[in-house]
């Protein structure tokens, strides 16, 4: 049965998806429809994370560490220097494409945008759900 509403929760996040890329971007409510999954994902990861009386209050989430988060940060300032590098060496131009014209191109056609926004959703919803499982189904003290 979890495998069965596992499939169905996919379903409904591709069709969720598909329906939030076809928006006009920049309306309110093609910002309600990027909003609405971080609202539901911190929601989750909130309620999740809250303290349980087994392990003496102390949160059933993994602890958020300068470790954990430093791929995501170099990825951002690799990112971000792109970009300079782009604008430095001649902003918007045919010859010299910055990393966010590139995006623009890309973003017109519907099935790039659903495709990003889907990933956009499994990077969101990853950390969620392994805490999620963490704390459903507790490992064993014997390790099985």
Do not use: K, Q
Not at 4 to 26: C, H, M, R, S
Not at 113 to 131: I, K, Q
């Amino acid at each position: 049965m979890p495998s069965a509403v596992g499939a169905a929760g996919v379903v409904i996040t591709a069709l969720y998806a598909y329906w939030a890329t076809g928006l006009e971007p920049f309306t309110g409510l093609a910002y309600i429809a990027v909003g609405v999954p971080v609202v539901l994902l911190a929601g989750v990861a909130v309620i999740g994370g809250a303290p349980d009386s087994r392990e003496n209050g102390t949160p059933r989430a993994g602890e958020i560490t300068l470790r954990s988060v430093l791929p995501w940060l170099v990825l951002l300032f690799v990112a971000a220097g792109l970009e300079g590098l782009g604008l430095a060496l001649g902003g918007r131009s045919t010859t010299v494409p910055t990393l966010s014209t590139v995006i623009d191109h890309a973003l017109a056609w519907h099935p790039v945008r659903f495709v990003l926004f889907c990933g956009w959703l499994a990077v969101g919803a990853g950390p969620v759900v392994r805490m999620y499982h963490r704390c459903v189904r507790p490992r064993s003290p014997a390790g099985g």
